[in-house]
């Protein structure tokens, strides 16, 4: 092609594309050819961050209408390939979580699912702001690639029942792209980019049925429960609409998740559940998922017979089986990783936070906890960030917990003394105690 016409297309988009800009930062609707447009210039590297980042702002100020919105979800999904897996009688079905800190659900659930008999080809992304990533702890995992082409997807679908892969070049590039971008954009809590973002990708696995994990709360992109009902509403709607029997649990994200927190300490953590020795919330919440998609797909005949069918599964320890199947499938190293998981802690420096007092835990601020493992390096703060998968924190108390003064409320996992001091003193503001017990509302507040 002639180099002016090149730059003739070049500039085309540029000069469209801050129309499109200016539009938005209006207030103002595109159509969904506008839409799908975008999208397809920005897959093609047609379209510069920098205008892209401006763009995601006026949609964070501004919002998307319903029917902007589902056109950003189809170009997005349609910015790749979607799944085509073989007819078979096991259903294809998935999860996904609007993220938080500690929530690392995905991972004992995929194989326990594969082992219900399903199909689940788990497209995930990276750790979003403070909340932590599937693929960024499959990461600390030696030798795990994640990065794998869709062939290979069907592949180790069909042979083992799931599969846990990113966005790539070839499936959701569009969401690959935003992704990174609006990590780092401050525009990660946009209702509108979150149900784009998430059912891009789900739609893109061909799905029958979707559990969504709703979180609400100070760590949680929607911080109240009135947006998280909205957004729930928001993805149950489209996803529906879109044939994916869908489903969402709207769950509480003001504590961690189970009581580790980081990439790697998470990766341990979902091996203890599939052994049988997970926390207490970490397992209610990954048998409801296994339980309504149980549900969903006509295989149980109801919630409490599908729960008993998921908790019995899970206690087999054939997920704990299926579980190394998927690393060896994935290209881990089984021997390293073993031997890994048999380490007290692979960070350099591991200190004790310890109760100032008797009593209850009354709070541990789940937002406090995640952006001191995200400034110890463990999440991103640019496109650059290089992680550090061994810091976090574990074995930390919960709300109702009894204390004695003096008894461990967590250990923090860093990369030097310095960072271990500095991260004890914010931490240690992330508890509160109480002389009662505290009032605790149930995790799972609501089905939609
Ligand atoms: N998970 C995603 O995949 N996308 C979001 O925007 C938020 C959580």
Known sequence: MPITRIFAIYYKYIVNFLSLIEAKREGQALSAAQIKEMIAAYTAGKIPDYQMAAFLMAVYFRGLTVAETGALTLAMRDSGD?????????????????????????????????????????????????????????????GFKTLIPTGRIIEIVQKLGCVMAGQTTRMVPADKGLYALRDVTGTVPSLQLIVASILSKKLAENLQALVLDVKFGVA???????????????????????????????????????????????????????????????????????????????????????????????????????????????????????????????APEVVELKAPRAGFVSRCDARIIGEVIRDQGGGRLNKESVLNYDVGVDMMAKPGEAVKRGSILCRIHAADKAQADWAKVRVQSAFEFSDEPPKLLPLIREVI
């Open 220 to 346: 949680a992109f929607m911080q109240t429960e009135e947006k998280a009902h909205e957004l729930a509403q928001t993805m149950v709607a489209l996803g529906s609409e879109c044939g994916v029997n869908t489903r969402a649990l709207l769950t509480s994200m003001d504590t961690p998740l189970g009581c580790a927190a980081g990439n790697w300490l998470e990766i341990k953590e979902s091996v203890h559940c599939l052994e049988g020795c997970g926390p207490g919330d970490l397992n209610e919440l990954v048998i409801a998922c296994a339980a309504h998609l149980l549900v969903r797909t006509g295989k149980s005949k109801n919630l409490a017979a599908a729960q008993k069918e998921a908790a019995d599964c899970l206690a087999s320890g054939k997920p704990r089986r299926k579980w190394d199947e998927l690393l060896l499938a994935h290209g881990a190293d089984l021997a390293a990783f073993n031997q890994k998981l048999t380490l007290d802690h692979t």
């Open 82 to 142: 979607v799944l085509k897996l073989p007819e078979d009688p096991r259903p294809v079905v998935d999860k996904h979580s609007t993220g938080g800190v500690g929530d690392k659900v995905s991972l004992p659930l995929s194989p326990l699912l594969a082992c219900l008999g399903f199909r689940v080809p788990m497209i995930s992304g990276r750790g979003l702001g403070i909340t932590g990533g599937t693929l960024d702890k499959l990461d600390s995992i030696p």
